[in-house]
């Protein structure tokens, strides 16, 4: 399935936008309340939808650029499952999927 045949949902951009809001809140407050702490990449994802990652320096070549750091692309490109971290393409990446009916935001946000 091409990026361009992905269904986005009102989820999906909901999660896309909570992204873009957590990564620069963390920066900030990560050096604060955990001293030498790296902050790992982050990706949100739908199983059979999209997936949304965030401050990755080598992102795959098939996502697609939406705005300040945060890319696009579909689940089926690299089948995520599960609430952990793993390495995508060479970086260790935190990764929590999401579906079809919302979580609350700070629950998430607190997971990541």
Known sequence: MSKENIKITSIDNLYANWLLEFYPLAKKFIPKIWPGMKLYPVCAFRINGPIWL???PNPPKSF??????????DWKDLRLFGATSCTIFG?????MPYGDV????YDFLAEL
């Open 102 to 105: 919302p979580r609350r935001k």
């Open 91 to 95: 970086v260790q990446t935190a990764i």
């Open 54 to 56: 965030y401050n990755h």
């Open 64 to 73: 697609r650029h939406i705005k300040d750091g945060l890319y696009m692309g």
